[in-house]
């Protein structure tokens, strides 16, 4: 299957395209990840470090709180910038890691918003019975992408992603199971192999040895998964529209 003729795809040809894709331009999709996960890293360590050296229980969830606002901001810009490199490529395309943030940048608040009602959504059906917040997780699955690739409203994302899915819920999520088990095996031997090079230390080195191979782990493994899930959204729309989005 050549790029100029993408999906739809097997779980194995999503895998392996996601790899392929990865392996084939790792500093882009490195870069486009960094700028979330190498702030928030360094933002929870700081956090987490001011917090326990305080012995106010009160201002240690301030310390944390305040840290956690940048943090939940920057989260979906990775994951919107990733999708729309992504499909650019499947259709032979190209885009710079700076424009694919631009247009993140344009979109943010609206791409915000809408997360933060399917990240509501999906936690009052967890507290509810647990299988309503995991139904809708996978529901909502597409939201952002249909943000910024589609250029989608709010409620529009919210309905776009539940077409996509419809009919092909347990598909959507074997695939997106499929996709975190290969990603926290990936972390799993990076972090056997982190725990090696870093048992010569203790105290206050080993910690933050431990926090930095961790933000290393999480640089190398989540562009993968993310280029992956931009996949599964890309064959979603191949299936329904017969025509890759955007």
């Known amino acids: 299957m050549s790029t100029h003729e993408p999906g739809p795809f097997t779980f194995i040809e999503l895998l392996s395209r996601a790899w392929a894709m990865y392996r084939h331009e790792p500093w882009l999709f490195l870069l486009l990840t960094g700028v979330t996960v190498v702030p928030v890293s360094i933002l929870s360590a700081i956090a987490t470090t001011a917090a326990t050296d305080s012995g106010d229980l009160a201002r240690a969830g301030v310390i944390l709180g305040i840290a956690l606002i940048p943090a939940v901001l920057l989260i979906p810009v990775s994951g919107a910038a990733v999708?729309?490199?992504?499909?650019?490529?499947?259709?032979?395309?190209?885009?710079?890691?700076?424009?694919?943030?631009?247009?993140?940048?344009?979109?943010?608040?609206?791409?915000?918003?809408?997360?933060?009602?399917?990240?509501?959504?999906?936690?009052?059906?967890?507290?509810?019975?647990?299988?309503?917040?995991?139904?809708?997780?996978?529901?909502?699955?597409?939201?952002?992408?249909?943000?910024?690739?589609?250029?989608?409203?709010?409620?529009?994302?919210?309905?776009?992603?539940?077409?996509?899915?419809?009919?092909?819920?347990?598909?959507?999520?074997?695939?997106?199971?499929?996709?975190?088990?290969?990603?926290?095996?990936?972390?799993?031997?990076?972090?056997?192999?982190?725990?090696?090079?870093?048992?010569?230390?203790?105290?206050?080195?080993?910690?933050w040895g431990e926090g930095a191979w961790s933000t290393l782990t999480q640089l190398l493994v989540q562009p993968f998964a993310l280029i992956a899930i931009a996949i599964l959204y890309a064959d979603r729309v191949l299936r329904v529209d017969r025509r890759l989005p955007g």
């Open 83 to 207: 999708a729309l490199a992504t499909v650019r490529r499947l259709g032979g395309d190209r885009i710079s890691a700076g424009a694919a943030l631009e247009r993140v940048g344009i979109r943010f608040w609206t791409l915000f918003a809408a997360l933060v009602l399917v990240t509501l959504g999906v936690i009052a059906g967890l507290i509810a019975l647990v299988i309503p917040g995991i139904f809708l997780a996978i529901l909502w699955l597409f939201a952002g992408p249909a943000v910024v690739i589609e250029g989608k409203g709010i409620r529009d994302a919210l309905r776009r992603s539940q077409d996509l899915v419809r009919g092909a819920w347990w598909t959507v999520f074997l695939a997106y199971i499929l996709i975190q088990v290969v990603t926290a095996l990936a972390q799993l031997a990076i972090g056997l192999v982190g725990a090696a090079i870093l048992s010569p230390l203790q105290g206050t080195a080993l910690t």
